[in-house]
């Protein structure tokens, strides 16, 4: 059974670091792309950034470009997304999605880390 | 940027009644689009990829068609289980976005 299980979700000042980790299990890891997923309060779903296999591409939403790095441990079936100089509007609850191999959609979901960035 | 478009924001509608949802991309996606539900406090899902494509253990009920830049997903006899937001999201290059979401309510 494929599972995705984040932790490292809580409660940070502005401006500061938070890092996200993301536990696989069920199936091959380093066979997939991965990316982060994140959802503001009472708002609609927005991609973060993304990883291919061997964690040689990246890619970000323009909004966190220079603030969150995106990285993956194949040995250890974990992804992780460090996020620093953290504002209000990062504000969400963090999904880790698995990346079907064909067309390209998430096909699995963990059940998601709260972050919340307030004074 | 590639920015989807999606329609109603909101609707409401009776059990056994045939719902249509649309997505519309501001470019060409070449069917590199799915469709995810999500229930309140529960993680999305997925239902429908390239365009067409059951996800394996989703209902019958729910198809989807389209290509090029419009897309629409259709539940042929809504259930009330189908109570839920819906979002449509393309994977056609980067940055990846997600329509804006439509929210179904039963009557």
């Known amino acids: 059974e494929v599972q995705l299980v984040e932790s490292g979700g809580g409660l940070v000042q502005p401006g500061g670091s938070l890092r996200l980790s993301c536990a696989a299990s069920g199936f091959f890891f380093s066979d997939h792309w991965m990316s982060w997923v994140r959802q503001a309060p009472g708002k609609g779903l927005a991609w973060v950034a993304s990883i291919n296999q061997p964690g040689s591409e990246t890619y970000y939403v323009d909004s966190v470009k220079g603030r969150f790095t995106i990285s993956r441990d194949n040995a250890k079936n974990s992804l992780s997304l460090q996020m620093s100089s953290l504002r209000a509007e990062d504000t969400a609850v963090y999904y880790c999605?698995?990346?079907?191999?064909?067309?390209?959609?998430?096909?699995?979901w963990g059940q998601g880390t709260p972050v919340t960035v307030s004074s | 940027d590639i920015q989807m478009t999606q329609s109603p924001s909101s609707l409401s509608a009776s059990v056994g009644d045939r719902v249509i949802i649309t997505c519309r991309a501001s470019?060409?996606?070449?069917?590199?689009l799915s469709w995810y539900q999500q229930k309140p406090e529960k993680a999305p899902k997925v239902l429908i990829y390239g365009a067409t494509n059951l996800q394996s253990g989703v209902p019958s009920r729910f198809s989807g068609s389209g290509s090029g830049t419009d897309y629409t997903l259709i539940i042929s006899s809504l259930q009330p289980e189908d109570s839920a937001t819906y979002y449509c999201?393309?994977?056609?290059?980067?940055?990846?976005?997600f329509g804006q979401g439509t929210k179904l309510e039963i009557k």
């Open positions: 470019q060409s996606i070449s069917s590199y």
């Open positions: 999201q393309h994977s056609y290059g980067f940055p990846r976005t």
């Open positions: 999605v698995r990346l079907s191999s064909s067309w390209r959609y998430y096909d699995y």
